[in-house]
């Protein structure tokens, strides 16, 4: 797991804990990291719990067709494939709640976080010229949250613009809903587009 990816996912989970107006502290980033823990940690509750519902599915499945057609064995396979995948993410906690105490990966969220601070009229701006018929306040609020982020880091802090997308992709995939990723991604290719013109002008 990478720090800045680490630290861009405190971020998502914090800014809607931040106040818009006063400066985010380092006992802030502290209450942040712990309140991200507690949804994680959740989170994984939850994923556990589906992981041992899919097991049980699978299992179920093969044991009341003795003689598996071929159609019947892959969809036993696709269901305890899906409960890896879970195990697979829960797994990832303890890796997140240590990095998530690194200097570098706070460092990197308070500047995500005071730089949407610093800019916030102008980031929803352009995220506004950059959604197509659609308010922002219409977004469900962890899609803004990640266009607001991804903004302020290609806009203001010069990240280059795939690798912006690329992690905006990545936490819509996880928090959002299943067709949000190509919207966040299309939208944040608009926004570069209206940032590029404005550049040249």
């Known amino acids: 797991m990478q720090p800045r990816r680490v630290a861009r996912e405190l971020a998502l989970l914090g800014l809607s804990q931040v106040s818009p107006t006063r400066e ?3 006992q802030d980033l502290e209450e942040l990291i712990l309140g991200a ?6 989170e994984l509750e939850d994923t556990l719990e589906q992981a041992s519902s899919h097991l049980k599915r699978a299992y179920q499945h093969i044991e009341s067709h003795p003689a598996l057609t071929e159609a019947s064995l892959r969809e036993a396979m696709a269901t305890t494939r899906t409960a890896i995948n879970h ?3 829960a797994t990832h906690l303890p890796e997140w709640v240590y990095l998530a105490g ?3 990966v706070q ?3 308070h500047k995500l976080l005071s730089t949407w601070q610093s800019h916030q009229s102008e980031i929803d701006d352009l995220m506004q010229r950059g ?3 659609w308010q922002i306040q219409r977004l469900h ?3 803004r949250d990640i266009l607001r982020l991804g903004t302020a880091e290609l806009v203001f802090l010069g990240t280059p613009v795939q690798v912006v997308m690329n992690e905006a992709v990545e936490l819509a995939k996880r928090y959002c809903g299943e067709d949000s ?3 966040i991604n299309g939208t944040l290719r608009q926004i570069y587009l209206l940032h590029q013109d404005a550049s040249h002008t």
């Open 102 to 104: 690194q200097a570098e």
């Open 181 to 183: 990723h190509r919207f």
């Open 87 to 89: 195990l697979g993410a």
């Open 131 to 133: 959604i197509k018929g």
């Open 141 to 143: 609020r962890m899609e």
């Open 24 to 26: 985010v502290t380092a």
């Open 37 to 42: 823990v507690r949804v994680l940690t959740q």
């Open 107 to 109: 460092a990197f969220a």
